[in-house]
């Protein structure tokens, strides 16, 4: 009886008239969809989504106001989660979904109804994932990028529907109640029992993408092979854990295999906190599943297509999620490449495979570490090779047969040297972040080539443009009509960029500690790739952490110290007295006229004039060193060490007189820097003082006869 009424439904919605007409062609209905995301970005994409739904209201009314509807359910759910109010309260109760245990405190990250909180917890007793708890506390603020484009955690925290962060006074444990996240909690704690640091890390890595206990020389080497995507949980795993649950189900001639797979797919979905492409390939093995079970004769691009639009209706924050984005790029890859696929041999297919790979991740792994290795797709065919046929596998087993976890620790060591061997052929493609315009023309010329790749007409053409693209886009940088000069707020310390309209010129003074090294990736999503100087003041760690880094990242033409500096290589060296030429940009050396006990007092002090406006310098020099500076005109001037006690004295302010006064603090600021003293005493002079710590990353700007100031965390002037 029930089995008759449900080939009754599955009949009337195999030949209903909405089913006939949405068959092959929901990938429309996606693409406008997609239309409708660029929207969100950059509002100017509203005029390619007029012209699109004509196009759809041509070729079928019903097709076109479909879409209208779905793009504006997204307007909608996207409108409402973003300015929904959050619950911002003393006391929380929640489910414990993340717990991470620290040196000194712990990280949990705790569902309370359909948000989450972030808790930082000093409490002596641990918690588990699946621990009821009851927290009290204050919920702070999010500080805001302090460097131009730099990652926004506040916006992270509400994308992923995190109330904000916690430090907690008291944590109380409720209960332990019955609920999915008992499942996570019980792989941990065996995983935890069981393996030893090494065997954990590299499982954490390959089963679930958690990359934090691998080492900074692995990451970087498959960072520059790119590589990371095997170690981000994906489609890949969900197709090797199927295959295996086959071939098992097979061997042994078990019955129920998708009832199986259903479940541990199930569950995996729980144990990786249901990330966006985990839930992508599973929910693509259900329909796939119900599809054939049901006869509704949808193709893959179909299935692919309405699952994007449910999942992006469902959370339209996902369009800000790049493991989202790139799951559904790569599957979509596959299915469209599979034509071409068809009859060629088994490492052809590999070879095309990887590149496809590459091509349709290149803008998302730009975003990421804004260079990729042009040689990695012939790399990737061997990792691919070795991670679908030998890695995972060998992890899962090893899940199951946790003795075994030895050899697989001498496996995986044994990938990272190669890993490593094959990151020092790299033959590096540099550019900045691509804007969504640049994105949105790579992706429709790379379906285009896909499309009519048996014409070779169209493909040359196609070829052609998307060359044009990655190159135009790779110059951006020097599309810039302004000159800068940028006074960077580093995690600490100091870093300023100089740098000429066009990009023709570009100075750096000090690289700032180099905290999650800020200045190169700044320096990289501006699309500046080579320094033509690079001038360190003095050899404190938080004015030159970041040279090892720089020299391995950017070309660098001219590394120029003072002439107390025991830093090597450089190309030269300065005293008071020298002067230092860079294209138009001249430099006067004031600092240091001998060798100082004090470090501080051996910085180099520049004085220069930029757009007609005279720049002083002062890097870290006390008083002491200002006696020695004579009167000069200045307009703007880069306070000593910090705005501290130490440097900036009345005598010295007298005589320069400068308009403006920069201090450069760092964004931790352990010594509460400027000194109030300072500000007073600038502003007594009506100096007019812009702080780093107030503004954050402060441009002096000029293009032609206009100039002026702009703020990371203020209003244009």
């Known amino acids: 009886m029930i089995k008759s009424k449900l080939l ?8 209903h008239q909405l089913t006939l007409l949405i068959r092959n062609n929901i990938f429309l209905l996606a693409f406008g969809v997609v239309l409708g995301c660029l929207i969100i970005i950059n509002p100017w994409f509203i005029l390619v989504e007029i012209g699109y739904g004509g196009y759809l209201f041509k070729r079928s009314r019903l097709l076109g106001t479909m879409m209208i509807v779905l793009v504006g359910l997204l307007f909608m759910g996207y409108g409402l989660s973003i300015h929904r109010p959050l619950p911002i309260k003393e006391e929380y109760k929640g489910i414990i979904i993340e717990a991470e245990e620290k040196s000194t405190y712990q990280r949990l990250l705790i569902q309370t109804g359909l948000l989450k909180l972030l808790i930082y917890s000093k409490a002596e007793e641990t918690y588990r994932v699946g621990d009821q708890i009851s927290v009290s506390g204050v919920v702070e603020a999010s500080s805001p990028p302090h460097l131009p484009g730099d990652f926004d955690y506040d916006a992270y925290l509400k994308y992923h529907h995190i109330i904000g962060i916690m430090s907690s006074k008291q944590v109380k444990k409720i209960n332990r109640p019955l609920s999915i996240w008992l499942i996570k909690d019980a792989l941990e704690m065996y995983l935890e029992t069981c393996f030893h640091s090494d065997a954990r890390a590299y499982l954490y890595g390959l089963l679930f993408g958690d990359r934090s206990g691998f080492s900074e020389e ?4 498959l960072s520059m092979n790119g590589l990371v995507h095997l170690f981000a949980v994906s489609g890949l795993h969900i197709g090797l854990i199927i295959s295996i649950i086959h071939s098992l189900f097979k061997k042994f001639k078990w ?12 569950c995996y979905c729980i144990v990786t906190g249901f990330a966006p492409s985990i839930v992508r390939a599973t929910s693509m093995f259900y329909l796939a599943l119900i599809n054939k079970k049901w006869n509704l004769r949808f193709s893959s691009l179909d299935i692919i297509s309405g699952l994007f639009i449910v999942l992006i209706l469902v959370n339209p924050f996902y369009i800000h999620d790049i493991g989202f984005c790139l799951s559904f790029l790569m599957a979509t890859m596959i299915i469209l490449t599979a034509p071409i696929l068809v009859k060629k041999h088994p490492l052809m297919q590999l070879l095309i495979i990887s590149f496809m790979s590459q091509m349709f991740s290149l803008p998302l792994i730009i975003a990421m570490n804004h260079e990729v290795n042009s040689l990695a797709f012939i790399g990737n065919v061997l990792f691919i090779v070795l991670v679908s046929s030998l890695v995972i596998p060998t992890a899962l087993v090893v899940v199951t047969m946790f003795p075994l976890q030895s050899i697989f620790v001498w496996m995986m060591k044994a990938f990272e040297w190669i890993s490593s061997l094959m990151s020092q052929i790299f033959i590096a493609y540099q550019a900045p972040s691509f804007s969504v315009l640049v994105i949105t023309l790579y992706y429709v010329l790379l379906f285009v080539i896909i499309r009519y790749i048996k ?9 052609a443009l998307l060359i044009g693209v990655l190159l135009i886009a790779s110059m951006s940088g020097h599309y810039r009509l302004e000159g800068r000069v940028v006074f960077l707020d580093c995690y600490e310390g100091e870093s300023i960029l100089i740098s000429s309209p066009y990009a023709q010129t570009n100075i750096l003074i000090d690289t700032g500690i180099g905290k999650n090294h800020e200045v190169t990736d700044y320096l990289l999503r501006e699309g500046i790739l080579c320094l033509d100087m690079l001038i360190i003041t003095h050899e404190h760690e938080d004015h030159m952490g970041e040279l090892a880094y720089l020299k391995r990242h950017l070309r660098i033409r001219q590394i120029v110290t003072s002439i107390n500096s025991t830093l090597l290589p450089v190309t030269k060296r300065v005293a008071t007295g020298d002067v230092l030429t860079c294209k138009e940009y001249t430099f006067y050396v004031l600092n240091p006229s001998m060798a100082y006990l004090d470090e501080n007092d051996n910085s180099l002090v520049l004085y220069g004039v930029i757009n007609g406006r005279y720049f002083l310098f002062m890097g870290d020099a006390t008083s002491l060193v200002e006696e020695n500076i004579p009167v000069l005109p200045v307009n703007i001037l880069k306070v000593g060490h910090h705005g501290s006690t130490t440097s900036t004295s009345e005598a010295f302010l ?5 308009t403006v006064a920069v201090i450069q603090t760092g964004q931790t ?4 820097f400027p000194a109030t003293s300072i500000v007073k005493r600038l502003e007594k002079r009506e100096i007019k003082v812009y702080s780093t710590s107030q503004y954050f990353t402060i441009t002096y700007w000029y293009q032609g006869s206009s100039e002026g100031f702009r703020f990371q965390n203020y209003p244009t002037f």
């Open 8 to 15: 009754f439904v599955c009949n009337t919605i195999r030949y």
């Open 218 to 221: 692995f990451e970087m080497s």
């Open 255 to 266: 019955s129920h295999e998708s009832h199986f797979i259903i479940i541990f797919l199930g």
């Open 455 to 463: 014409c070779p007409t169209k493909r040359r053409w196609g070829t």
């Open 654 to 658: 007298d005589r320069m007189n400068p």
């Open 669 to 672: 600021n352990r010594y509460q």
